[in-house]
């Protein structure tokens, strides 16, 4: 029951232009959600986070957009740059004090110079 | 440096043969994680702990032990390895459970078991 889904395994992006990864989730318990970068051979880094409270949160060219009604989030990359490229896992918490981070399958994105 | 270690970074093992992976942070975390990276997967947690002796089960516990003796170590256990281990595993440390506290990865420790 895969609770945090991303439902594009790869998705391919002119640099400068535009990347917008998607993620959709059931749990309605859940309040906090993350965005996490991986490259290959290394562990995920946190990327950027928004609280259900909030519908957006902005760090630089990363932006992340939430849609609780319709559960789904998604992180928007602009421009994207060639350093971008590696794989982006959605992940969410529901505010317990002691609950995992239930993570997405990931989408794996590559920037084409 | 603020970090998450994790030996050894790879492992070929043999059905049975007891294994432990180490890991490490230098945070003062109170919170600590193990998950299991499988391909269609995503990320699963398997063990986690609050604070020192306070650990509890994850989503996919079963064939695996730790332990939180010290606040900085969170060992993996695996008793007698099996060839559905076979993963990817992470470790992972925030200051706290709370939901505001993002977690630090290590570098992963590819494990096979044949």
């Known amino acids: 029951d895969q609770q945090v889904k991303q439902n594009s395994p790869s998705l391919s992006v002119q640099e400068g232009r535009i990347s917008i990864l998607n993620c959709d989730y059931t749990n309605s318990m859940f309040d906090y959600f993350l965005w996490y970068k991986k490259y290959p051979a290394e562990g995920p880094t946190f990327l950027i986070s928004?609280?259900?409270?909030?519908d957006k949160n902005e760090d630089g060219r990363f932006t992340v957009f939430l849609n609780k009604s319709a559960k789904h989030l998604s992180l928007h990359i602009v421009p994207s740059q060639p350093g971008d490229s590696a794989v982006y896992f959605c992940?969410?918490?529901?505010?317990?004090?002691?609950?995992?981070?239930?993570f997405g399958t990931g989408t794996r994105l590559t920037i084409i110079p | 440096e603020a970090q998450v270690t994790q030996n050894p970074r790879y492992l070929i093992t043999v059905t049975g043969k007891k294994l432990t992976v180490t890991c490490s942070q230098n945070?003062?975390?109170?919170?600590m994680s193990w998950y299991r990276q499988d391909p269609g997967l995503g990320l699963r947690q398997i063990y986690y702990s609050m604070n020192v002796e306070v650990t509890d089960k994850g989503d996919v516990p079963e064939g695996y032990k730790v332990s939180r003796k010290e606040k900085r170590n969170f060992p993996l256990i695996l008793e007698s390895p099996s060839p559905n281990q076979t993963s990817l595993y992470f470790c992972?440390?925030?200051?706290?459970?709370?939901?505001?506290?993002?977690?630090?990865f290590g570098p992963g420790t590819r494990l096979t078991v044949t």
């Open positions: 992972a440390s925030s200051y706290s459970s709370s939901a505001r506290n993002e977690q630090y």
């Open positions: 945070m003062n975390h109170e919170y």
């Open positions: 928004i609280s259900s409270i909030k």
């Open positions: 992940a969410a918490k529901a505010d317990f004090g002691n609950e995992k981070l239930t």
